[in-house]
């Protein structure tokens, strides 16, 4: 049913499109207000190359379609981002293997976490798999991988990745801010702050603390952790099974 569209004050409907399947070739129906959908005859994944649409940036996009429809948009758009971001992390760290796999690990527990915690899908993904980015020059230039020297390098080649990738500029912004600020809890108090910090705790705790010192480590995931699932989910893993990663 036709809407009224706050932005323009036209009326406006999501229409179909149509799109080659880069797997089988069969032609596939998108609608307007989709940027992925599945090829009903080999079930893979067909994306728009580049997704246009004023959901991208009306700021009455989400009036318009309604909440749950407006953030699996951005939540689609973001899988479709987070491909492209694995890449050029790939590319970034070349064969460094344990920045890459890091990256990864620390974007796993930020799913896990978003599936608990209510934080911006677009925001927490991109920031998690970017986080550590600024450790390569801050090696080159400093001899170090500290924190405060990733935190003053990393925003700047993240958003040279960012604009790459399509994401929109408010949203690069908020995700340098996390960056910027990864190492240094309270600069920075946002939702999407705290779920990056734990997830990325989840996997540095064991290199922190000794979890052989049970009461110790309970003490740390109670002072360190600052969302409620990250604190369990610690709990769980390190205490409860009484291993680390």
């Not at 994944?45 to 004023?54: M, P």
């Not at 978003?114 to 986080?131: F, G, M, N, Q, T």
């Not at 995931?221 to 600052?226: G, T, Y």
Request: glycine residues 6%; contains cysteine; aromatic residues 8%.
């Amino acid at each position: 049913m036709p809407f009224e569209c706050p932005g323009s004050q036209r009326f406006k409907q999501p229409t179909p499109e149509y799109l080659k399947c880069p797997s089988c070739s069969e032609e596939v129906e998108i609608w307007t207000d989709e940027v992925q959908t599945t090829c009903p005859k080999c079930k893979a994944k067909v994306s728009r190359k580049e997704a246009s649409s004023c959901l991208d940036w009306c700021k009455y996009a989400k009036e318009c379609v309604g909440e749950q429809k407006y953030s699996n948009y951005l939540k689609n758009k973001s899988i479709i981002i987070k491909d492209k971001l694995i890449k050029e992390l790939e590319e970034y760290f070349g064969g460094d293997k344990k920045r890459i796999n890091h990256a990864k690990n620390v974007m796993g527990f930020a799913e896990e976490l978003l599936r608990h915690e209510k934080a911006d899908w677009h925001i927490v993904i991109p920031a998690s798999i970017l986080h550590d980015v600024g450790i390569k020059i801050s090696e080159k230039k400093y001899g170090s991988s500290a924190g405060h020297y990733q935190e003053r390098e990393g925003p700047a080649i993240a958003r040279d990745i960012l604009l790459k990738t399509g994401v929109k500029k408010e949203d690069i912004d908020e995700i340098c801010e996390i960056i910027a600020h990864h190492h240094s809890p309270g600069k920075v108090d946002t939702q999407n702050f705290k779920v990056l910090y734990d997830a990325d705790w989840l996997i540095n705790l064991k290199d922190e603390v000794d979890t052989k010192d049970k009461d110790k480590l309970k003490a740390v995931i109670d002072k360190v952790f600052l969302t409620k699932h990250g604190r369990e989910l610690a709990k769980k893993i390190y205490l409860e099974q009484n291993s680390g990663l």
